[in-house]
């Protein structure tokens, strides 16, 4: 058995640190305890939905009876409340059809509806004819009618629109389908503005 050696008895060193000054590992930090400046941020990188650098389109196409919201809006009340504006007002909601717009925006309580800033109404115009457009018309301003009285934004729902001359889709505000008309542009109904 091997003898262990005496050792001198430590003596007590005080510290040239004032005494205010902790270990790193003494603090305690929360998410909430940060300037809401700093959390609005986070919850923007988070939860916004930008182009990447390849041009992807940043819209949240709905296609269900619902939109399964980030699990950050799960994390506690206080994020949710500061979280939920920024996911609905800075994110595009695309809905491939009239019905669909209807579901996604009846599925939403009047705090998401009041936050919802953008919904694209993109619909198929493969046979364009002034019947067609004149149904487009009339399907959205039966959901403008239906959410009239709510805390949806009347200028939130836009449509997708081709118009003669144009390489791209537009989007306009329900009420400006108004400016415009079908006529034949080459041998082709077209949009004009009228």
Same mark, same amino acid.
């Given at each position: 058995?091997a003898?262990?050696?005496?050792?001198?008895?430590?003596?007590?060193?005080?510290?040239?640190?004032?005494?205010a000054?902790?270990?790193?590992?003494?603090?305690?930090t929360?998410?909430?305890?940060l300037p809401v400046?700093i959390?609005?941020?986070?919850?923007?990188?988070a939860?916004?939905?930008d182009?990447?650098p390849?041009?992807?389109?940043?819209?949240?196409?709905y296609t269900?009876?619902?939109?399964p919201e980030p699990?950050?809006l799960?994390?506690?009340?206080q994020?949710?409340?500061?979280?939920l504006?920024v996911?609905?007002?800075?994110?595009i909601f695309?809905c491939?059809?009239?019905?669909n717009a209807i @579901?996604?925006?009846?599925g939403?309580?009047p705090k998401?509806?009041?936050?919802?800033r953008?919904?694209?109404?993109?619909?198929?115009s493969?046979?364009?004819s002034?019947?067609?457009?004149?149904n487009?018309?009339?399907?959205?301003q039966n959901?403008?009618?239906?959410?009239?009285g709510s805390s949806?934004?009347?200028?939130?729902?836009?449509?997708?629109?081709?118009v003669?001359?144009?390489?791209?889709?537009?989007f306009?505000?329900?009420?400006e389908?108004e400016?415009?008309e079908v006529?034949?542009?080459?041998?082709r109904?077209?949009?004009? @503005?009228?």
């Amino acid at each position: 058995m091997a003898k262990r050696r005496p050792t001198a008895p430590r003596r007590h060193q005080r510290s040239s640190r004032p005494a205010a000054i902790g270990r790193a590992s003494d603090v305690k930090t929360c998410f909430l305890d940060l300037p809401v400046e700093i959390r609005n941020s986070v919850y923007t990188l988070a939860l916004v939905n930008d182009k990447d650098p390849n041009g992807y389109d940043p819209e949240i196409t709905y296609t269900r009876r619902w939109i399964p919201e980030p699990a950050l809006l799960r994390a506690c009340r206080q994020i949710r409340d500061e979280a939920l504006p920024v996911f609905y007002g800075a994110n595009i909601f695309q809905c491939l059809s009239t019905h669909n717009a209807i @579901q996604f925006l009846r599925g939403l309580t009047p705090k998401k509806l009041a936050a919802l800033r953008t919904v694209h109404c993109t619909l198929s115009s493969g046979n364009l004819s002034a019947n067609y457009f004149a149904n487009l018309k009339s399907q959205m301003q039966n959901i403008v009618g239906i959410f009239r009285g709510s805390s949806l934004r009347y200028d939130a729902i836009q449509v997708a629109i081709l118009v003669a001359g144009e390489d791209h889709c537009r989007f306009v505000l329900c009420h400006e389908l108004e400016d415009y008309e079908v006529r034949i542009v080459g041998c082709r109904d077209m949009l004009v @503005q009228k």
